[in-house]
């Protein structure tokens, strides 16, 4: 079995880049090549410049003050979350289009099944967790079991669950987007980790003693501006830390990079690479779910265009995070760090008084170059031409 990732070249006896064991290509290497083979470094080198660039044409707006840092922060959190799942599945060799429609028709089951049926807010978040995931389920076993390529399948799914989320959101209320979702989710165990803030105490000593900046006058006189860390950040955080442990620290992600590298080879030597593709498309989805329920907590309603091309920028930046299209290499901190770039450009944009359209303009090249270098690279690894 063989793997892309250039740690995961050696024997399990053996982790040292000089061991007899280790990939030849990888021994005659210098020490600069083998930091350039890294995943994570283009992505690292995107934030240095990124924040560089911001710091002199936005450095006096605001963008870097508690307030405008919060702003890039979630909507970092938000590209991180739904980009841990698309990193680990690209990894194994596969796509998930269906990763936005996932979104919008999540939110639209917890809208539906709450304010419409008048369930719990725990039973309607359980629920569209259990639905997403069996759909994610799905979308792996046809890919396996049928040879299609994920993109066709999950295409497919894209349609699906983006008609079907409309269809059901006019068939049982008459619109396409369902509010009252704060009001149901008021006291209940389970929407407090997906809505609200945390540290909201830490925040407000911090703005007593005058280390960060409060309110002057009106109703909210002497609270702090950022008043705490929405759950959103937080799950992004967990959903990094959880999916780069399991890439690095385990058996099973041995056979992710090993099921996106070589699945014939792996299955050669014991690797379940059905198995872990069907989890993987499973994880997806949850990581979807998430997303959705922190967004539907965050407005208080559900609609049913919501995620729309969230799908193409998860898959961005994860390949502006290192992971190679073809699977087998890549890193969830690459991931991370592509998903924060996506979020300071896009808010630096709005306070550096740029058009915004040109965000896309930057998805647009940014992949572009990505995908330039990440070929470079699979060609050093490999000793292709």
């Known amino acids: 079995m063989s793997s892309s990732d250039p740690n995961q070249n050696a024997a399990p006896e053996t982790a040292s ?41 936005a450095g006096d707006s605001g963008m870097f003050s508690p307030s405008g840092a919060m702003n890039w922060t979630v909507v970092s959190a938000q590209f991180a979350i739904i980009a841990v799942g698309a990193c680990l599945l690209m990894i194994a060799g596969e796509f998930d289009l269906s990763v936005g429609s996932m979104i919008g028709f999540s939110g639209i089951v917890i809208a539906m099944m709450s304010v419409t049926w008048g369930y719990p807010m725990w039973v309607a978040i359980l629920t569209a967790f259990a639905v997403s995931m069996a759909i994610g389920w799905l979308n792996g076993y046809i890919v396996v079991k049928t040879g299609l390529p994920s993109f066709i399948v999950t295409l497919a799914f894209l349609y699906i669950l983006r008609g079907l989320t409309i269809f059901l959101s006019i068939a049982t209320t008459n619109k396409t987007i369902i509010g009252g979702i704060r009001e ?24 007593d003693q005058g280390l960060i900046e409060v309110f002057k006058g009106g109703s909210r006189k002497g ?13 992004a955080i967990i959903l990094v830390i959880f999916g780069h442990y399991l890439l690095t620290k385990t058996r099973f992600g041995n056979w992710i990079y090993a099921s996106g590298g070589d699945a014939q080879a792996a299955r050669y030597v014991g690797v379940p690479v059905d198995r872990v593709k069907i989890l993987m498309f499973m994880f997806t989805a949850f990581c979807a779910t998430v997303f ?13 265009d919501r995620g729309v091309l969230k799908e193409f920028e998860a898959i961005i930046s994860v390949v502006i995070g290192g992971a190679l299209l073809t699977g087998g290499y890549g890193s969830v901190i690459g991931a991370a760090l592509g998903a924060l770039i996506f979020g300071v450009v896009q808010q630096g944009l709005f306070f550096a008084n740029v058009e915004s359209s040109l965000f896309r303009v930057f998805l647009g090249a940014i992949l572009l170059l990505a995908v330039i270098l990440n070929t470079y690279i699979r060609r050093m690894i490999t000793g292709e031409r």
């Open 292 to 304: 959705a329920t922190c967004q539907v907590m965050e407005f208080g309603s559900a609609a049913a």
């Open 17 to 57: 880049p000089n061991s007899p064991n280790t990939d030849e290509r990888i021994q005659r290497q210098s020490a600069f090549k083998r930091a350039l083979i890294r995943p994570e470094l283009g992505s690292i080198c995107g934030v240095i410049l990124v924040f560089s660039f911001f710091l002199m044409v």
């Open 184 to 207: 149901k989710a008021e006291g209940d165990w389970l929407a407090q980790l997906f809505g609200g803030k945390v540290f909201t105490g830490l925040f407000q000593w911090l703005g």
């Open 223 to 235: 609270q702090p501006i950022v008043d705490g860390i929405p759950m959103l950040v937080i799950w």
